[in-house]
């Protein structure tokens, strides 16, 4: 059950030069040159190849066992040279170290001492996006599926995770077992914070509108919507992580694996919503804003050709893979005037102010 916005109105052409003038920016990070960290060290080629050693049967065992173990990472860095990193992993997340039948996904944590002795930063969290179900291909392109979630979101703005691909091979330290599986890194939130000057945002939980910076909030209302996610809440946290930034917060999206870009078999449509598939595109950002989405809407149809293009050359994913991603995104810019917003009452049809 869904209110229908008519966000925008009159010529577009005339409203497009007007909004060219008026476009926002959207994060752009500072040009000052911080330390290298770990991630920096891995984020170099498309894909990394990596091993990690660690007792790999008691993380597929044990899905609630919350403790670090032991671990050593290996990969070749840009200059070709090995590097060996010991750290703990911890399995994390929610739904998916209970439901995902494969690797759970990890929490990789690096020695702050031994980070600095190597000459990189302090940032030593990194989250490891693993493969979910068993179905090998099948995980496989889910996995490249959110993976490009992230990817189109950097295309939006520094204000968002950098991710990195890896192909992993996972070796059992009790009994040598290997198993090789694609994954990603999601970049460390201190870093992130530092990268795009931010800081923690206590209290943040709830805030009012007006506590909020407009700009991004119209924007990763927007790009949720794009994207078809019912699984995330600017008030609330829910996979948005909140900071502050010039005085104001700010919302960084993450885990995508609910939406309609990833379509995962897993996903349910959000009942709270009144959804009957999960590839339903609903508005869950702030109301007040939906009349003042002109300038967000233009600049998402001026990075239109960009977003596609990231998918369009994403040869990891399978050509089929790839068209359905990108005929989501064009139903989006084809009926981009008309936003959809989910209730929990009967459909009513309402205009949007102007702005």
Not at 107 to 112: A, H, I, M, S
Not at 121 to 143: F, M, N, P, R
Not at 232 to 255: E, F, S
Request: charged share 25%; proline share 3%; hydrophobic share 40%.
């Amino acid at each position: 059950m869904m209110k229908v916005f008519k966000a925008m109105q009159g010529s577009w052409a005339f409203i497009l030069i007007l909004a060219g003038l008026l476009l926002p920016t959207y994060g752009i990070a500072s040009d000052t040159a911080p330390k290298k960290s770990i991630f920096d060290l891995m984020n170099y080629k498309e894909v990394l190849q990596v091993e990690l050693e660690t007792d790999i049967e008691n993380l597929q065992d044990n899905r609630r066992f919350t403790d670090y173990q032991a671990a050593t990472l290996r990969f070749k860095d840009a200059a070709d040279e090995w590097q060996q990193w010991d750290l703990k992993v911890r399995i994390r997340g929610n739904y998916r170290r209970i439901h995902c039948s494969e690797m759970p996904p990890l929490k990789l944590n690096f020695k702050k001492s031994t980070l600095a002795t190597a000459g990189l930063s302090k940032h030593d969290d990194l989250k490891l996006v693993t493969h979910c179900i068993e179905d090998k291909q099948l995980a496989q392109d889910l996995l490249m599926r959110e993976y490009l979630a992230y990817k189109m979101y950097n295309e939006l703005t520094d204000n968002s995770f950098r991710v990195q691909l890896l192909k992993i091979t996972y070796k059992d330290v009790n009994t040598g077992k290997k198993i090789k599986q694609w994954g990603f890194v999601i970049e460390d939130t201190a870093q992130l914070k530092d990268r795009i000057e931010a800081v923690n945002c206590e209290k943040c939980l709830n805030s009012s509108l007006n506590e909020f910076d407009g700009e991004n909030a119209k924007l990763v209302a927007m790009y949720q919507y794009v994207v078809g996610n019912s699984d995330w809440d600017i008030r609330n946290g829910r996979n948005i992580k909140l900071l502050r930034q010039n005085g104001k917060v700010i919302a960084i999206p993450y885990d995508f694996d609910f939406t309609g870009v990833v379509n995962a078999p897993y996903a349910v449509a959000n009942p709270n919503y009144q959804m009957k598939f999960v590839r339903d595109r609903i508005y869950l950002g702030f109301e007040e804003l939906l009349g003042h989405m002109h300038n967000t809407l233009f600049y998402l149809e001026g990075k239109q050709k960009e977003m596609i293009r990231v998918v369009k050359r994403f040869k990891h994913l399978p050509y089929n893979s790839r068209v359905d991603i990108i005929e989501y995104l064009e139903v989006y810019f084809d009926h981009m005037e008309d936003i959809q917003m989910a209730v929990r009452n009967p459909i009513t049809r309402v205009q949007a102010v102007s702005p």
